[in-house]
């Protein structure tokens, strides 16, 4: 499942047929979920089957949950949706607006799940983790990694200095949530090197808020990757990456949109209007048409010119970080 596993057609992968002799669209994505980048890119390209150098396969869980697996094979799969190898698990949760206790419940449990066997493939049981949370806490629609940090049951403490309390096996744990670089003058990731390079942990969860090109997934899905996070990618503010390749241990991203562009608002209530057209019998071949291509470029390229191109969230988003809040905190206190 996880990058250390081996694909038998990796080495030299077949051609798409439905690829070869076609020249394939790329673009700027303008968001972090792996998922939706390899929707993008088929639907630019008339794709029906699968892209060359990606695996996927969907579970549904219950009637509001679903998981989807996408992995990244080759360097054929990270060039088409501008993502590095590895896996991303992205969990669909409906109807979190009124989402009861139980249904959070059953989101942390699928993320936990999903959670455990991510870490079980990269440290041992005992391994020690520390925790990240990203974002400010004064910015609501960024303050989902803070407002995890501080539901996470954190043992490193009590382990190095009461271990007569804590029962034995039990897994060291830490959490940092170390602000934004406007606040701190300190770029994230010099923050983190210098406490993995004092706290040695063997593996780093890092937290963050995420942008999506659906107002769907705006706080309904949960991204879990083992390929790390680059933080501020989806609203174009890019700030150093956080991975392996700089943090020198393995790096676990979870996040979850919070905000879409002004364009992709538009984008998809053009295609909720073209929808009510047709369903009431007076569409025409233009509006199909209209509805079959992705608008958003040239709804960005209107808006840019007045800086109209807002990043938008919804009016709830404060219970919507609440929920949020105790699907990943829950998660992953469970997992460890």
């Not at 060291?172 to 670089?181: E, T, W």
């Amino acid at each position: 499942m996880l990058e250390n596993s081996n694909s038998s057609n990796q080495t030299n992968p077949p051609k798409n047929p439905e690829t070869i002799g076609k020249q394939t669209k790329q673009f700027n994505f303008r968001t972090d979920l792996a998922s939706e980048r390899r929707d993008l890119y088929k639907k630019a390209n008339s794709i029906e089957n699968e892209i060359q150098g990606i695996e996927s396969e969907k579970e549904e869980i219950n009637e509001n949950i679903s998981v989807e697996r996408v992995k990244i094979t080759n360097e054929e799969g990270e060039k088409a949706i501008g993502k590095p190898k590895g896996n991303y698990i992205t969990i669909d949760i409906k109807k979190l607006r009124i989402a009861q206790d139980e249904d959070i419940e059953k989101s942390a449990e699928t993320l936990s799940n999903e959670l455990k066997k991510v870490i079980d493939t990269h440290i041992d049981k005992q391994g020690e983790i520390l925790v990240v949370g990203l974002g400010n806490i004064y910015v609501t629609p960024d303050s989902l990694g803070p407002k995890v940090i501080n539901e996470i049951e954190i043992t490193r403490h009590i382990i190095n200095y009461l271990p007569q309390y804590v029962e034995e096996g039990t897994r060291m744990v830490s959490a940092i949530s170390p602000g934004v670089l406007g606040t701190t003058g300190i770029e994230t990731l010099e923050i983190l090197k210098g406490i993995v390079d004092n706290i040695n942990p063997k593996l780093v969860i890092v937290i963050d808020a995420l942008a999506s090109r659906s107002i769907e997934r705006i706080s309904s899905t949960v991204q879990l990757s083992d390929t790390g996070i680059v933080p501020g990618a989806g609203v174009g503010n890019t700030r150093a990456e956080i991975s392996q390749a700089t943090l020198g241990i393995p790096v676990i991203a979870i996040g979850i949109p919070t905000v879409v562009e002004t364009a992709v608002l538009v984008n998809d209530s053009l295609d909720l209007f073209i929808t009510k057209l047709q369903e009431e019998a007076k569409s025409n071949d233009y509006l199909n048409q209209l509805k079959e291509q992705d608008n958003y470029e040239e709804i960005k390229e209107a808006l840019l010119p007045g800086d109209f191109n807002l990043i938008v969230t919804p009016k709830e988003i404060d219970d919507l970080i609440e929920n949020m809040k105790d699907v990943v905190a829950k998660g992953i206190n469970l997992s460890m």
